[in-house]
């Protein structure tokens, strides 16, 4: 069974700077999706970020990127310029094909706080 | 553009009653999953939907059913409810017959079973 591991339950930054949230996942497949999911307060679930394992080029969303090493299972979510705004608990998610069912696997979450 | 929508927002039940929640998909969007989210907790999924028929199945109880209907809202069932029931319930919609692999997310619904 697929699993994913979000190993930090908390990250902090400083406006303007830099952070790295840290995702792992284990599966057999070789193709699958993973995604970043953002859960503000509001506890609205929001699409941060997308790829696709067969994309060897790591995704890119404005202040979001992703650093995606399909052999050691990793996928690194990295906010440049952090806002007041970024913070929130994001997700890590895994994805199969439809073949595989089709659901989302999550990690367990990382609570980013931005201190201004 | 249109987003999936949920309904109700908020729910209050006591135990041993039953709950229905709603979902509408994002138009063209012929896949909704439902998904459970407990305090302090990653969502878990529950059951999904393609095109009307059940495609995939997890952590969802016998107490608890599902459907799609023709215009592909779904709605989930819950009978006999339990304190542990108290979660917010997502329901996501995707495009699989557009190979849109990415779901998009409701607002929730917040269930509070007393």
């Known amino acids: 069974a697929q699993t994913v591991t979000q190993s930090q339950p908390e990250m902090s930054v400083q406006e303007a700077e830099t952070v790295t949230l840290s995702c792992t996942y284990d599966t057999s497949e070789s193709d699958y999706y993973l995604f970043w999911y953002k859960q503000p307060p509001s506890r609205q679930m929001i699409l941060v970020i997308r790829?696709?394992?067969?994309?060897?080029q790591n995704a890119t969303e404005n202040r979001f990127s992703v650093n995606f090493q399909k052999a050691a299972k990793s996928f690194s979510l990295k906010i440049s310029d952090s806002q007041l705004g970024d913070a929130a608990m994001y997700f890590c998610?895994?994805?199969?094909?439809?073949?595989?069912?089709?659901?989302?696997?999550f990690g367990q979450g990382t609570e980013l706080s931005v201190k201004p | 553009a249109a987003g999936v929508i949920q309904s109700p927002r908020h729910l209050i039940k006591e135990k041993r009653e039953t709950a229905t929640l709603k979902c509408y998909p994002i138009p063209r969007h012929d896949t909704v999953y439902w998904y459970q989210q407990g305090p302090g907790q990653d969502p878990q999924f529950l059951i999904s939907f393609y095109e009307k028929m059940q495609s995939d199945k997890g952590s969802i109880p016998d107490r608890f059913s599902a459907q799609q209907f023709s215009d592909y809202h779904s709605e989930l069932n819950m009978s006999s409810l339990e304190l542990g029931d108290s979660a917010l319930y997502f329901c996501?919609?995707?495009?699989?017959?557009?190979?849109?692999?990415?779901?998009?997310f409701g607002p929730g619904t917040r269930l509070l079973v007393l």
């Open positions: 996501a919609s995707s495009n699989l017959a557009g190979l849109q692999e990415t779901q998009y």
């Open positions: 998610a895994y994805r199969g094909t439809y073949n595989q069912g089709g659901k989302l696997i």
């Open positions: 790829q696709e394992a067969y994309k060897q």
